[in-house]
């Protein structure tokens, strides 16, 4: 065999072996093969109807941005569909009208600016906080950027959420993980991990799983959490959408879920919107 020969087998075995790479990295976006805890979705009717009765008499307040009102409107749909919930969506930012059976909210801070956030919503609990049973506040994805201090952001979280318990020890607040986005998927991505380019979405989603990780450990167990990246990241079956880096495995937005990369459409609303009212309704059981 000449050396040209040669040189075109060689090239044949090795496009064989990248060919084989990528399309086990293209299996590897869904699966159970991770060491990721395996998020738990519950149904509607897991709750009984004394669930159901108790959250109706409770007073809410949900401070968000435009995920918020994505999983609001899922809210809205399940509970037309299940005449037993019975809540009042109402948007506001007034103690008034947070009487029984309100689920209240609003928007709070400004987007990309996770400080303004915690600052809006301590500023907002301090003239709501006598009138609410349950607080809860949920950063953007937006917040987190590859750029982000995440410990400073936590830490800072920590400090606001820890103040406003000491003064509103009867409000219970419900720490929320912050969203994901779905990452650039594909032979075009697995090409830019072989050759060592950035993946479209990696970067900042690692900086929200940090956050994320940070929450859970601190509060799991210990206080009511809301995994809303769990549960965004969680197929209907089961499995988890996850990318796999050097530094570990990390989930992400199950593209079914979104319109555009990041924000819920009418499946991924109303499977967030479920697993939030049942943890509502369980809050106190």
Wanted: charged share 25%; proline share 4%.
């Amino acid at each position: 065999m000449g050396n040209r020969s040669k040189k075109y087998l060689a090239i044949g075995y090795l496009s064989s072996a990248v060919i084989v790479s990528l399309l086990l990295g293209l299996l590897s976006c869904k699966g159970g093969g991770t060491n990721m805890n395996k998020v738990i979705l519950y149904s509607i009717k897991d709750v009984p109807a004394s669930g159901w009765k108790q959250l109706s008499e409770k007073r809410i307040y949900f401070g968000h941005q435009s995920v918020g009102f994505n999983i609001l409107d899922g809210v809205q749909e399940i509970m037309h569909e299940n005449p037993e919930i019975i809540l009042k969506i109402v948007e506001t930012r007034q103690a008034t009208d947070l009487s029984a059976g309100v689920l209240g909210h609003s928007t709070v801070g400004k987007n990309m600016d996770p400080k303004s956030k915690c600052d809006d919503f301590a500023e907002l609990v301090s003239t709501i906080g006598k009138n609410v049973d349950i607080a809860i506040f949920k950063f953007c994805y937006v917040d987190f950027t590859d750029k982000t201090d995440v410990d400073k952001v936590f830490d800072y979280y920590l400090q606001t959420v820890n103040e406003m318990k000491r003064k509103y020890p009867k409000t219970t607040f419900i720490h929320v993980t912050a969203p994901l986005t779905t990452v650039q998927a594909g032979i075009k991505a697995r090409i830019k991990e072989i050759i060592g380019k950035p993946v479209g979405g990696y970067a900042d989603n690692i900086k929200r799983n940090q956050f994320n990780e940070k929450l859970k450990k601190t509060y799991e167990g210990k206080e009511p959490v809301f995994d809303l990246a769990g549960i965004e990241s969680t197929y209907p079956d089961g499995t988890r959408a996850f990318f796999k880096t050097a530094s570990g495995t990390y989930p992400f937005l199950v593209p079914e879920y979104t319109v555009d990369g990041g924000h819920l459409n009418a499946k991924g609303r109303k499977i967030v919107a479920e697993q939030l009212l049942i943890v509502l309704a369980k809050l106190n059981s």
